[in-house]
């Protein structure tokens, strides 16, 4: 039973919660106010670890007890500024290469699905190229100043991971990626091709960044939050608002369950569906869920631990999240013998800590690009 610190984290986190889905600022500037000194203290902490800080930063009321948080919206403007920056510089490398590229959640989710793109806030860039163009693309970065990070050729061999880290010559962290998913495990587990990706991009107006397809923008949202957890405010703060600009439902749910990514993407629908009123009709998310009584089970295994505090903590929300897979078989039977042994929090593993370790092996780096050219 939770004690009464965490039953007041808890209150604080449906409080955000109500904030991201007030009609308008001004509104979640009201809720905010509401809260006593004591929360208040505690609301910026607790937006930060759902990564919504930056929402609650554009709506923090008038007041000395809200300072620290108004004081941070420089920063996650000048941070924004910089990302979109550096994606403008990308233009010319890919234009040198004559490469498609797409820009992945960060930028492309703050225009496309935002009410304003101030309101979300990213680290880093997640770019996606052909495969087949990876090692060329590599080649012009360096080229261009980027100094690539993971050099562990060897183990980057044996991983095959679906990305690379860089940084850009304004210190900007760059995830270059041949897949959306990154681990060989998750890339046989939910069929998201990038040839398939890039041939229905689109060019969003303004700032003028080629990223996904409203479809497979929802559909990679799916799998990526519900991999990542599934309980994070700022995962299903994504896929709610991209939802809410979707018309086609029959196509969403079509694309998802060929994908194999339908209980992953009505997982997080579900989920966001408890906190906001949901767009996506009631019907299209027990198909994702392969039926009403699955969408009952991920209601029970949920509960309320999607609004922890802090959503690193394990819990089986986590745990569930984790396990998801595009049968129901599959998923109870990673979930009851390896759901809970993946929980933690959201430091880096082992082995990406060894990935930056520097490891000059041309024989690895070959093989490693021979494999990701041959990927598709």
């Known amino acids: 039973m939770p004690g009464p610190d965490e039953r007041s984290d808890r209150a604080i986190t449906r409080r955000i919660a109500q904030v991201l889905g007030a009609a308008t600022l001004a509104d979640g500037a009201e809720l905010l106010a509401r809260l006593s000194p004591d929360e208040t203290i505690r609301v910026a902490e607790i937006a930060r670890r759902h990564a919504v800080e930056p ?161 497979d923008q929802l559909l990679h949202l799916g799998a990526h939050g519900t991999l990542s957890g599934g309980n994070r405010l700022a995962w299903l703060l994504d896929v709610h608002l991209a939802a809410c600009r979707t018309a086609d439902w029959d196509a969403v749910a079509e694309s998802a369950s060929s994908a194999g ?37 991920d209601r029970v295994v949920d509960g309320a631990s999607v609004l922890r505090a802090d959503p690193d903590e394990g819990s089986r929300a986590r745990a569930w999240a984790h396990s998801v897979s595009a049968t129901r078989t599959a998923m109870v039977a990673d979930f009851a013998s390896r759901g809970f042994a993946r929980l933690g929090n959201a430091r880096p593993t082992a082995t990406e800590d060894l990935l930056l370790r520097q490891v000059d092996d041309p024989d690895a780096r070959r093989r490693y690009l021979a494999s990701v050219a041959a990927a598709e």
């Open 55 to 215: 929402w609650l930063a554009a709506c923090a009321p008038s007041g000395t007890e809200f300072a620290p948080l108004r004081q941070q919206r420089p920063l996650f403007l000048a941070a924004q500024a910089r990302t979109l920056a550096v994606a403008r510089d990308l233009y010319g490398v890919f234009a040198q290469l004559d490469c498609p590229w797409v820009v992945l959640k960060g930028p492309a989710l703050a225009y496309s699905v935002y009410p304003r793109p101030d309101l979300r806030h990213g680290v880093d860039l997640d770019v996606l190229v052909p495969p087949v163009r990876f090692g060329d693309v590599l080649d012009g970065l360096s080229a261009a100043g980027f100094t690539l990070l993971d050099q562990n050729w060897p183990l980057i061999d044996a991983k095959l991971p679906g990305e690379l880290r860089l940084r850009a010559p304004t210190g900007l962290l760059l995830d270059l990626h041949w897949a959306v998913l990154v681990s060989p495990a998750v890339r046989r587990r939910f069929h998201l091709p990038t040839l398939d990706l890039l041939a229905r991009a689109r060019v969003l107006e303004p700032p003028g960044l080629p990223m996904l397809s409203a479809v």
């Open 261 to 297: 990514v339908g209980t992953a993407l009505g997982l997080l629908l579900a989920r966001a569906g408890r906190l906001w009123p949901s767009p996506a009709p009631r019907a299209v998310v027990r198909r994702l869920l392969n039926g009403p009584l699955w969408a009952a089970v």
